[in-house]
């Protein structure tokens, strides 16, 4: 039976768990939106060496498991001297991870912008840096809006995995509790729980750019 007492034991672990898991988070989305864009707009830019190089990450990284890109951060940077720990490397893991899609969906958004806009910007002199940032990369994202919401979400639940590198995150405090309580149904439902509290506002606060900044 689950007692009050139950509850009072678990909660300051959790807490600490679900501001783990949203430091986690916050901070691997300040690596894969800014740098997805740039690799996103590089598979479109005119130089062949740049599209190459960024064709190559993309497909890297997306065709490699989440959970290896853990392992080789935890455990292959130290043998070359680099020592960065668990959550700095659950955190640039996950960031690096996910830039190759929000990359993907901006190469898309890309492809949704009229060519006219593009040549307009063109006809007027203005030079290359200022078209594609002022102009052909803020048309795309807001094209791609309804995708980066998706994969904001899938981000932070992507954060339940770094528990493989003992981060002890929202999933990885769920598993040591598991592990001392032997209760699992209410244990899991509270981490499922704290999971709902930071996906449902944002995936609410995506529609809302969305319906704010509707792509014509």
Not at 76 to 104: I, T, W
Not at 109 to 116: C, D
């Amino acid at each position: 039976m689950v007692t009050l007492d139950f509850w009072l034991h678990i909660l300051p672990a959790f807490r600490a768990g679900f501001w783990e898991s949203l430091k986690l988070a916050l901070i691997a989305s300040a690596v894969a939106f800014p740098f997805g864009c740039l690799v996103g707009v590089g598979r479109i830019l005119p130089i062949a060496i740049v599209r190459k190089l960024s064709d190559v990450y993309i497909n890297l990284v997306r065709s490699t498991p989440l959970p290896v890109i853990f392992i080789f951060f935890f455990f292959a940077l130290p043998d070359a001297g680099l020592k960065f720990s668990a959550f700095n490397c659950a955190a640039a893991g996950l960031g690096l991870y996910m830039a190759s899609y929000v990359a993907e969906a901006v190469r898309s958004g890309v492809n949704a912008v009229p060519a006219g806009y593009i040549e307009a910007a063109r006809a007027l002199g203005l030079p290359e840096r200022t078209v594609l940032g002022g102009i052909l990369l803020p048309q795309a994202i807001k094209a791609v809006i309804p995708t980066l919401g998706n994969l904001s979400v899938d981000l932070i639940k992507n954060t339940s995995i770094a528990y493989t590198i003992s981060v002890v995150e929202l999933t990885g405090t769920a598993v040591q509790q598991v592990t001392m309580l032997a209760k699992p149904i209410p244990i899991f439902v509270l981490a499922a729980i704290g999971y709902t509290v930071m996906t449902f506002p944002t995936g609410a606060a995506f529609r809302a750019l969305e319906r704010k900044f509707k792509y014509r």
